[in-house]
């Protein structure tokens, strides 16, 4: 028997396949808040580097996590990282922090250590829960599933302009192959890899707006909550 009436849906997938975007426009239309956990691992990388000179020096992983603290964002119902009192948030988007993100979120004690941090997000009528192992592992029971994924050549097509958008001065063969770099690293690595969650509902985001993909999602949870 199900005693929490908290409506979870989950929503995996690769590197820039839209999954923010997508998670930020469902939390809004439904009132759900939401966790982007991998805004967690790449706080965990950036406590690394606050704390320790290099990260082979890190000798205490619970530690990196229990240091984090989250709150719901008025507005957004997004949940906003707290360090050291202060929001945190707009510092985890540079490169370095993402490199330190992807070694410490290999680390079994830093994941187990998430746990806990992210049941806690279970709260209210409802939580949208973005990432790698959503639907896998953290959440095993959510009502709905979701799996994002697009062309590989589109999802660095869209990377590159965000970061041309943002005035970095970036190549497009770069991008593409750091992404896919990445989705190698996500989907082989030993601990929570990017796999699709059983019953999940796969969308292919290539050449289909973020509105059609939230009224799609929006469908399945109007069928799955009836
Ligand atoms: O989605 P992102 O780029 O913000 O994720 C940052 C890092 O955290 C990336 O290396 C993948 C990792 N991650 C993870 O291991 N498990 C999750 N549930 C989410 C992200």
Do not use: W
């Not at 809004?28 to 950036?46: E, P, Q, T």
């Not at 606050?50 to 997004?78: R, T």
């Not at 806690?120 to 599933?145: H, P, W, Y």
């Amino acid at each position: 028997m199900n005693f929490n009436p908290t409506y979870i849906i989950t929503i995996d997938g690769t590197s820039s396949s839209g999954k923010s975007t997508i998670s930020r426009l469902l939390a809004k239309k439904l009132n759900f808040k939401l966790l982007d956990s991998g805004k967690l691992y790449r706080s965990a990388g950036y406590i690394a580097c606050d704390m320790y000179d290099s990260l082979d020096m890190v000798k205490d992983y619970p530690g990196l996590v229990s240091k984090i603290s989250l709150k719901p964002n008025i507005n957004s119902h997004e949940y906003e990282v707290y360090y050291k009192n202060k929001i945190i948030d707009s510092l985890l988007y540079d490169e370095n922090i993402g490199l330190a993100a992807s070694i410490v979120s290999k680390v079994p004690q830093v994941r187990e250590s998430m746990y806990n941090l992210q049941h806690s997000c279970v709260q209210g009528n409802g939580l949208i829960a973005n990432g790698r192992d959503m639907g896998t592992e953290v959440f095993k029971d959510a009502q709905l599933k979701i799996y994002i994924t697009a062309e590989i050549n589109i999802r660095a097509r869209r990377r590159f302009e965000e970061l041309i958008d943002k005035g970095d001065d970036v190549h497009y063969q770069d991008i593409y192959n750091s992404l896919k770099k990445r989705d190698d690293s996500d989907i082989n690595r030993d601990i929570s890899p990017l796999k699709i969650p059983n019953n999940a509902h796969i969308l292919d985001t290539s050449h289909v707006k973020p509105d059609a993909i939230v009224d799609k999602i929006l469908n399945l949870y109007t069928i799955t909550n009836n």
